[in-house]
């Protein structure tokens, strides 16, 4: 199991042995504790200072957890989907973000690594100049988050668009089962936005006095931008489902076209069988062992060849 224990002190933060933990807690320090991991056993020893319920530790060790938010006697639990950037992920695969909130304390556990942590480190410095309220780092990791879902998506629209264009021009097999899992992956990372959206609506409307003014906007500005995700997530569903409506019509006009060219032509053959088939009986025929008989039944032939092909103009079925 990996942490890392920031101190934050005024605008200032320094990185600190995890050693130092219950010193700085006894000090009143404002501390940021991550923890990557998934043993429940040291996890339960490390936060044993921070005197966490029983239920909520083992919430944190759970690999899939529905984002929710608890209130508990001197913290907040929190728990949200982040998108996984590693190298060779999958677009929809997400990582379980569970953050402890407490009046000078946040404890982030993940149980494989996340950009999001080490893009706030980096940003923790702005943020401690608008305030140094453990609140405003939770909000900066939701926000943050919530920026990782925007490259994926709009990726995703992209290859929508180039599927959608592809698989009209050339209905094959292979564009209908990349079409299919693209709107798989739209559905995907729907049911990953939603909740998250749900929970920053269930934080903001409690009115938690944890979580500070500064706080709330900028988890006012993450629920706006997880709602134009959302919002844009349906409208890629829609576009996912007209594309393979596109592509089944495509393939059907496709297929109608092999299977009028195929009746035309057996049509055109099915006489020159039975022409073919008359003058081959083993009996005896007028003109049959003349010499100009080949050309007269090749004569006929290629009548009755003029003649459809001229029905079929008529008709406009070629």
């Known amino acids: 199991?990996?942490?890392?224990?920031?101190?934050?002190?005024?605008?200032?933060?320094?990185?600190?042995?995890?050693?130092?933990?219950?010193?700085?807690?006894?000090?009143?320090?404002?501390?940021?504790?991550?923890?990557?991991?998934?043993?429940?056993?040291?996890?339960?020893?490390?936060?044993?200072?921070?005197?966490?319920?029983?239920?909520?530790?083992?919430?944190?060790?759970?690999?899939?957890?529905?984002?929710?938010?608890?209130?508990?006697?001197?913290?907040?639990?929190?728990?949200?989907?982040?998108?996984?950037?590693?190298?060779?992920?999958?677009?929809h695969d997400t990582i379980g973000l569970k953050l402890f909130l407490g009046e000078r304390f946040l404890v982030s556990v993940h149980r494989r690594p996340l950009a999001s942590i080490s893009t706030v480190h980096e940003k923790l410095p702005h943020l401690?100049?608008?305030?140094?309220?453990?609140?405003?780092?939770?909000?900066?990791?939701?926000?943050?988050?919530?920026?990782?879902?925007?490259?994926?998506?709009?990726?995703?629209?992209?290859?929508?668009?180039?599927?959608?264009?592809?698989?009209?021009?050339?209905?094959?097999?292979?564009?209908?089962?990349?079409?299919?899992?693209?709107?798989?992956?739209?559905?995907?990372?729907?049911?990953?936005?939603?909740?998250?959206?749900?929970?920053?609506?269930t934080i903001l409307e409690r009115a938690d006095p944890l979580i500070t003014a500064e706080a709330r906007v900028h988890l006012r500005d993450a629920l706006d931008e997880i709602t134009r995700i959302t919002d844009w997530l349906n409208v890629l569903r829609e576009l996912s489902t007209g594309a393979l409506t596109m592509y089944q019509a495509a393939l059907d006009n496709q297929t109608n076209a092999i299977m009028k060219f195929l009746s035309i032509a057996a049509?055109?053959?099915?006489?020159?069988?039975?022409?073919?088939?008359?003058?081959?009986?083993?009996?005896?025929?007028?003109a049959q062992q003349k010499a100009w008989a080949v050309f007269m039944v090749v004569g006929v032939m290629l009548s009755v060849l003029v003649i459809l092909l001229t029905v079929f103009k008529r008709k406009r079925w070629i």
């Open 267 to 286: 049509t055109l053959a099915l006489p020159m069988n039975v022409i073919v088939g008359f003058y081959g009986m083993n009996v005896a025929l007028p």
């Open 1 to 91: 199991m990996e942490t890392k224990l920031t101190v934050i002190r005024e605008t200032a933060m320094e990185q600190a042995p995890i050693e130092k933990l219950r010193e700085c807690l006894t000090n009143g320090d404002i501390v940021w504790l991550d923890v990557l991991g998934k043993d429940q056993i040291e996890f339960s020893t490390l936060a044993e200072p921070f005197g966490f319920h029983p239920l909520s530790l083992e919430d944190a060790m759970e690999a899939v957890l529905r984002p929710k938010v608890e209130t508990f006697l001197n913290y907040v639990f929190v728990a949200v989907r982040a998108i996984n950037h590693e190298a060779g992920a999958r677009p």
């Open 128 to 201: 401690l100049r608008r305030s140094n309220h453990p609140s405003i780092v939770l909000a900066g990791l939701c926000s943050d988050v919530i920026d990782y879902f925007d490259p994926v998506v709009r990726e995703l629209e992209d290859r929508i668009e180039d599927l959608e264009e592809a698989s009209f021009q050339n209905p094959s097999v292979s564009a209908g089962e990349k079409l299919l899992a693209a709107q798989r992956e739209v559905l995907l990372l729907r049911r990953a936005a939603v909740p998250v959206r749900d929970l920053l609506h």
